[in-house]
C-alpha cells in the first residue's frame, strides 16, 4: 500500500510568488491533515480535512493561505503571496478515523522563500 | 508558549549506554504518543499511551505516562547506532484531532 505522498519535496520561491503544494494521502483515508515545522519550532497542526469538508482551520497563520480537498482526495496548500516566514517544511498526514487514529505522515515539502 | 517541552534537546552517547528523555506539560492530554523522524521522511508512530502510569514496551525502548497524563518518558537501554534519529512526543485531547508537537529531541549514538 502507497504511503502519503507530497509534491514538491522541495520549492524555492522569491517572496511575493504563489507557491501550491500537493498532498496524496493513503486511499481509503477519510481525514487529512496540514502540519509545518518552521525554523527552530516544533511541528505545529494548521488544519484538518474530513473528506472535502474542512473540519478544523484553527491553525492556518492567516488568510495568505488557501486548502483546498475538491472530490476528498488529494489536497492542495497554496500561500499567496509568500513571505519570508513561511520557510519551513510542509508536512501532510492522513487517517482513516478521527480522535487518536494513527495519522500517517507524508515525506514534507521544504518551502524556502528568498 | 510551548505545550509540550522536551528535554534534552540534544543527546549524543555511546553504543551500549542507556539514556531517557522527557516530556513535560502543564496541559493534561487524552493521549500520548511519540514518534521517530529520520531525515527527509515524516515523523513515524512509535508508541500511544493512554492510562494515566501506563507503561509500553517496545523491544529495547520504554514508554511511561504520568499519573496525571501531564508527562511521559522514552527510556532507551543499551543504545544502538540504529536509534539516531529525531524522537518527538505529542499530545492529544479528546475533543480534537490535531496532534501537538514537542520540540523534540535529536538523539546520536555513537559506534
Known amino acids: 500500500e502507497a504511503g502519503v505522498t507530497q509534491f514538491p519535496s522541495h520549492s524555492v520561491i522569491e517572496k511575493g510568488q504563489t507557491v501550491t503544494l500537493r498532498c496524496d494521502p493513503i486511499?481509503?483515508?477519510?481525514?487529512l491533515y496540514w502540519y509545518r515545522r518552521v525554523m527552530g519550532k516544533e511541528i505545529k497542526f494548521l488544519l484538518h480535512?474530513?473528506?472535502?469538508?474542512?473540519?478544523?482551520e484553527s491553525g492556518m497563520p492567516n488568510n495568505r493561505f488557501l486548502a483546498e480537498r475538491t472530490g476528498g482526495t488529494y489536497s492542495t496548500l497554496k500561500v499567496q503571496p509568500a513571505e519570508l516566514e513561511d520557510s519551513g517544511v510542509y508536512f501532510c498526514?492522513?487517517?482513516?478515523?478521527?480522535?487518536?487514529?494513527?495519522?500517517?505522515f507524508g515525506p514534507g515539502t521544504r518551502l524556502t522563500v528568498t | 508558549t510551548q505545550l509540550l517541552e522536551q528535554s534534552p534537546q540534544f543527546l549524543s552517547i555511546q553504543e551500549g549506554e542507556n539514556l531517557t528523555v522527557y516530556c513535560n506539560s502543564s496541559?493534561?492530554?487524552?493521549?500520548l504518543q511519540w514518534y521517530r523522524q529520520e531525515p527527509g521522511e515524516g515523523p513515524v508512530l512509535l508508541v500511544t499511551?493512554?492510562?494515566?502510569?501506563e507503561v509500553k514496551k517496545l523491544k529495547r525502548l520504554t514508554f511511561q505516562f504520568g499519573d496525571a497524563r501531564k508527562d511521559s518518558s522514552l527510556h532507551i537501554t543499551a543504545a544502538q547506532p540504529g536509534d539516531t534519529g529525531l524522537y518527538l512526543c505529542?499530545?492529544?485531547?479528546?475533543?480534537?484531532?490535531?496532534?501537538?508537537f514537542g520540540s523534540g529531541t535529536r538523539l546520536s549514538i555513537r559506534p
Open positions: 505529542a499530545g492529544l485531547y479528546s475533543s480534537a484531532s490535531k496532534i501537538i
Open positions: 499511551v493512554v492510562t494515566g502510569g
Open positions: 498526514a492522513s487517517s482513516q478515523d478521527q480522535g487518536g487514529d494513527e495519522q500517517y
Open positions: 486511499s481509503g483515508h477519510d481525514n
Open positions: 480535512f474530513v473528506k472535502e469538508s474542512k473540519q478544523d
Open positions: 496541559s493534561v492530554f487524552s493521549s
